[in-house]
């Protein structure tokens, strides 16, 4: 039986339930989604009492299995208007397991005016303290303040200044093995309504006493040990090991699709000032605090993550990824790593999500607010966002509202979420993912760019995006990490029979895909109800209508093409 | 002679005599076994344009091979 604990924001109520469904089983995503379908009603506000905020964790969590530890939040985003599920990595997901819970549910919300609150979950009680100590400080300070208070082995959650503000573009930061806030659910603005229930921390302490049970622990840990030779043997996860994600900078530089100058060309004159290769020899070279090679979650085979230091090895921030990289950097032709580290590390600390802040930035610059290139001027504009001024509310709501405020007709969104860093009119694949996506312009949900022949054609790409929009489904379904999927994008097996040896239930792999399916059907229903048509399912029209520089194309996409990507 | 470049990879750069025109899976499966690692999936770019098995590559053609590898 798999536990769920309902937190009642207004009344303090806990409860604590258990469910035995095979959504509960595999977790993640599939249980989140299910969650906020079942649950809350389609047409709510976001900020109201009736949108709940869902913590699950994945089938595997707590287990001896690399990268298994995601913790899935879902909930009606307030940025996009329709479903959200958003996901991290660090501590948070295996605390739940020692803690017995699959679920924690945020529900209700008291008056704006209420108090702060700290939820603190532990294995003898569940109790809401006073979190006014924590208002108006930025994450670094509070998650210090949290391992002060519950130590740095508790899973702490928390939200920025600008979840307390309600910003659509804030995010909710999860604790790392180290105990920092680090990890982050970025997108959708979940920090938003986190904040929205007047919640500014949940702690799960670090005094559960749940193992997990296994109905064949010798299957279990052969299956496990499998696992990790599949990582470590892949010729793909072994590439992310030593150079994480930004390896993308020199790849999507070389197809023409690194977003530069607000997503108006795909190539940016400079690029290798900030490509895997610099960022590994500046990581090697100030030594100190600096990794490659960082795991955001024990265990980890793959340890994608890095540590960047400051020019004295004092850690400036941890992760940088390629779509910061991008969109905090060739969308706004930045070449310069320290600049990014710097922005990278105000977005942690304010609590928002780099993509969106990195694009509104961008159209801030498009509006004349500064010149593309300058470096101080979008690290201040990042500090208007920490300190939630006028500008800052502006750019911290992301960036469809900064597009409309600023006068910008060219903004990078679909449903309101800021397109990633692959430029879509060079690469029509994804172009189709973020088109049909339930979440918005989502890279993790669809990954095509690999797989395309030529990405400026969009002949095939329905089918393409469809076949990857379930690949990369599969780990969201169960709380793994996405980059496990190259080790098992052909055959499941391996997962499936952790599933079988851990419980004792047989998923086949077509059962297991009926599964994704479902929720992807569940989630465009969910957008459909909430008032969110084909219309909404677009780029702006300038995508549409001018040629990308370094391609020469546009989108060429129809509604019925994307229409027929959504369908399961 | 066409010349393969392994990018962010410490296969490095090779030059290869083939009976050309042939095609890319086949050069690339010359690399691999010179290199006698498996470099896994990859995106393969030449001129600005990407490269598929199928496709025919000519003598002094430059290729650069990336990793298959996704963002986050």
Known sequence: MFGILRINTATG??????????????GGRTLSSHLVCEEIPADCDPFGKRNKLFFCNGALSGTTVSSSDRVSIGSKSPLTGGIKESNAGGIVGVRMTQQGLRSIVLEDAP?????WKIIVIGKDKTELLDGNFLAGKGVYEKSDLLSERFGKKAGCITIGPAGENLLFASGIACSDPHGVCSRYAGRGGLGAVMGSKRIIAMVILDDGEEKPQYADKQAFQKASKRIVNLLKENPVSTKFTKYGTAAMVDICQALKVLPTRNFTSGTMEGAEKINAQTMHDTIKERGGEGRTQHACMNPCAIQCSNVYPDQDGKLLCSPIEYETMALMGSNLCLKNLDTIARMNRIANDAGVDTLDCGAAIGIAMEAGLAEFGDGEAAIKMMEEILNVTSL????????????????????PHVLGQAIPAYEPRGTKGMAMTYLSSPMGADHTFGFTLR???????KKGKVALSKKFQLIGSRMDAMGMCNFVRYSVRDDMTPLLDLLKARYDVVIS???????VKDTLRMEHQFNSEAGITALDYRFTETFYDEAQLDTGE????TDQETAEARMW | MVTVNFKLSDVGSMQLESTVPVTFEKILNQC??????????????????????RDMVADSDVIDIYPGISGG
């Open chain 1, 13 to 26: 109520e806990v409860k604590r339930e258990k469910d035995n469904s095979k959504h509960f089983l595999l």
């Open chain 1, 111 to 115: 008056a704006k005016d209420n108090g």
């Open chain 1, 392 to 411: 800052g509310r502006i750019l911290g709501s992301g960036v469809k509202i900064a597009g409309k405020v600023l006068g910008v007709r060219h903004v």
């Open chain 1, 451 to 457: 797989d395309e022949e030529d990405p400026i054609t």
């Open chain 1, 509 to 515: 792999a077509s059962e297991f895909d009926d599964f």
């Open chain 1, 554 to 557: 546009k989108i060429d996409i």
């Open chain 2, 32 to 53: 691999i076994a010179r290199s006698a690692s498996d470099c896994g999936a990859v995106f393969a770019i030449r001129s600005g344009k990407v490269l598929t098995n």
